[in-house]
């Protein structure tokens, strides 16, 4: 029999909607009914796409015995943390401090019929192995610590919930943080950088976009050394086992230094943010060969986007399953992607064979738990061997393409599509893919006709997923900052009027209903269910913070329209997270950006004309790299436009291109050719 999950949205809770256990949703049902029994809660958050959220599954949560303990002595509940964010982000905190240890997925956390931690932790096996008890003998002594020890429980949630306060940052009125503040956050980056292999750490490596960011912004101010350090990773990471080199988009991350052998699921927020890194690298670097792979890279990235993630509306999809189904019928992690030498043998003629083994390591010893290869670029073939390869690869991709899929999570994330947005929109306009761009304003259409919506007092409201045409949950900061940020690149790639004005409604209700009276923003809104603990954090984590990118955009939507309110909340944001800037800008790089543009505003380049002139000057302008400076191209179509905007409105579109460069609060006088606008940006 099903149990309560049966009516979710999440493929993750139907996934477990016919587990023995009896799973709740969170929500009020199961929290009243753990106070009405004064029973415990056992929360288990996880993700679709998460190997050991599927290892747990397998091994306790079906299995008929250890679900009877788990319904014996616990309300269960299992969250998505994709859809409950909110929810992932206390507990995920709660155990780092109980358990003085990094968290992850599975998250297991033991609550008090009140939502109070008393005991966390991640993975846990059915029986007791990798130094870890077994989870069927773990419930029963949970359980009963809760009972028999009710005060010391008390006194541990009581110290648990100052400690979450005090994450909350103390209120501030200056913004003190410098350009030695971003000084110190490049020699932050420095300091963990791994030079022989690229990227930050040992193993497990992780992209670290916003990290990739500051590096980036960096080199453009100058730095040499931050310039290698960013295209040194991103080259790793693009001919590294991370990347699908047979079919295109990162995985999650890499559990080896060298890039080569990735946790093999698929997430839509790391692709979303590399594609728009790898096209500043494009902008970057001036090597021809590292510019041909970050091209190459980019649309096949898309490519699969469109074949893979692509709902039919518009909207892109979350994720891919590391897991899949083997040859014998066994759901095995990479098995959807890995290779037997044979195999690839009998795909390709002999000269592809060579080839593809020379440049994919097919030729030495497995590199995927000792019995089978994984792709990744050993060498770079010359031109002709270039070809064959190319040809290899569209065989093994027809071979793989008959293999069982990797579980798709369907579901639609406000946050995660604005991410996509804006990478795509970034690409679409550096490289003239006028096709890319409109997968852009499809993602952006969809969510503005199906996720803005009016609330019961007749405002709109954005919302944070949807699935089966089923659209729920209030948004979270991210799901408002990331949109506002990508709507900003997106009518630079290609304007519409309809963007401009959801992008001011959104900033709108960002003030409205999260921004904090001592300055910056909450991760949940004001009529939010209210839980333990309500989070204003600063730091990046896989997606960029909230905090940081609300302070971006609204930074540079206050000077495009010239609305100081906008101004004036990204100011309190870096007043509020200002000691936290200084004391690790390397770990809030996102607010370290905000903070960049804040000493030095974005320049603002307005340029008017037809569309085919406008696309020659187009041309030249993406040939550089200019991350804090923002271009609208207004040609014949556009009709309507903030008054910041409407310059050149009665010139010859004919004739002319102008364009009027603005620093500041001060535009300069109209130029009417190329060179010198280049000269001047």
């Avoid at 297991?108 to 192995?129: D, H, I, M, S, W």
């Avoid at 001036?286 to 898309?302: G, L, R």
């Avoid at 009016?454 to 997923?465: I, R, S």
């Avoid at 540079?556 to 309110?565: D, F, S, V």
Wanted: charged share 20%; net charge negative.
């Amino acid at each position: 029999m099903p149990n309560a999950l049966k009516l979710e949205t999440s493929p993750y809770l139907l996934q477990h909607a016919s587990n023995p256990v009896e799973w709740y949703p969170w929500g009020e049902q199961a929290l009243t009914l753990a106070r009405k029994l004064n029973k415990p809660i056992l929360l288990s958050i996880g993700y679709s796409a998460c190997h050991w959220c599927h290892v747990m599954a397998h091994e306790s949560f079906e299995d008929e015995a250890v679900a009877a303990i788990m319904n014996e002595h616990f309300i269960n509940i299992k969250v998505d943390r994709e859809e409950r964010p909110d929810i992932d982000q206390i507990y995920q905190t709660a155990h780092s401090m109980l358990s003085q240890k990094s968290g992850g997925w599975p998250l297991t956390v033991f609550l008090t019929p009140n939502q109070e931690p008393y005991f966390t932790g991640t993975y846990f096996p059915k029986t007791a192995r990798y130094q870890l008890p077994g989870f069927a003998d773990l419930i029963p002594r949970v359980a009963a610590y809760y009972h028999e020890r009710k005060d010391e429980v008390a006194t541990q949630t009581q110290q648990l919930a100052a400690a979450l306060a005090r994450t909350i940052p103390a209120a501030n009125t200056l913004v003190t943080a410098d350009e030695s503040t971003i000084q110190l956050g490049f020699a932050q980056l420095r300091e963990s950088f791994d030079f022989e292999h690229g990227g930050f750490g040992t193993s497990p490596k992780f992209p670290n976009p916003a990290d990739i960011t500051l590096l980036l912004h960096a080199a453009k101010a100058g730095n040499k050394e931050a310039e290698a350090m960013a295209l040194q990773m991103l080259s790793a990471m693009a001919n590294g086992g991370i990347y699908d080199q047979i079919g295109g988009g990162f995985c999650r991350y890499s559990v080896d230094e060298s890039w080569n052998i990735p946790h093999f699921e698929k997430m839509l927020y790391d692709n979303g943010q590399l594609l728009f890194l790898y096209t500043d690298g494009w902008q970057l670097s001036k090597n021809a060969a590292e510019k041909a792979v970050y091209a190459q890279v980019i649309a096949e990235t898309i490519a699969w986007l469109q074949r893979e993630m692509l709902d039919a509306r518009g909207a892109i999809f979350s994720s891919l399953d590391a897991d899949s189904m083997d040859a014998h019928g066994h759901s095995e992690e990479g098995a959807f992607y890995v290779w037997q030498p044979a195999e690839v043998k009998a795909l390709l003629t002999p000269e592809e064979f060579v080839v593809a083994s020379r440049s994919f390591g097919f030729d030495k010893a497995p590199n995927f738990e000792m019995q089978a290869w994984h792709a990744y670029m050993v060498i770079t073939p010359d031109e002709q061997d270039k070809l064959l390869l190319q040809s290899a690869k569209l065989k093994l991709f027809a071979a793989r393409e008959q293999r069982p899929r990797p579980g798709l999570d369907d579901k639609i994330l406000t946050s995660w599509n604005a991410l996509a947005i804006k990478g795509l929109a970034r690409a679409g306009k550096v490289f003239n893919r006028a096709d890319w761009v409109k997968l852009a304003q499809n993602a952006v259409d969809f969510i503005r006709e199906k996720l803005w919506v009016k609330n019961v007092d007749g405002k709109f409201q954005l919302l944070a997923t949807c699935k089966n045409n089923k659209v729920h949950l209030n948004a979270y900061l991210d799901d408002h900052a990331f949109l506002l940020d990508a709507l900003i690149e997106l009518m630079q790639a290609d304007y519409r009027s309809a963007d401009m004005q959801l992008a001011e409604e959104i900033a709108e209700a960002m003030l409205e209903n999260f921004e904090a009276e001592d300055g910056g923003f909450y991760f949940t809104s004001h009529q939010h269910e209210q839980l333990i603990h309500r989070p204003k954090q600063g730091y990046d984590n896989a997606t960029p913070n909230g905090n940081g990118i609300a302070a971006v955009a609204l930074q540079r939507l206050g000077h495009i329209l010239g609305e100081a309110r906008y101004l004036q909340s990204a100011e309190r944001t870096l007043q509020a997270f200002d000691s936290t800037i200084k004391r690790n800008p390397a770990g809030c790089a996102s607010l370290t950006h905000a903070l960049n543009e804040y000493l030095t505003p974005p320049t603002l380049v307005i340029l008017r004309g037809t569309t085919e002139k406008l696309r020659v000057w187009k041309q030249e302008i993406k040939q550089q790299y200019l991350p804090h400076h923002l271009f609208f191209y207004i040609d014949e179509t556009v009709t309507a436009l903030p008054k910041t905007l409407q310059r050149g409105f009665d010139i010859n579109l004919q004739k002319d291109v102008n364009a009027w460069v603005c620093k500041g609060v001060i535009c300069s006088q109209s130029i009417d050719n190329l060179p010198s606008l280049l000269s001047e940006i």
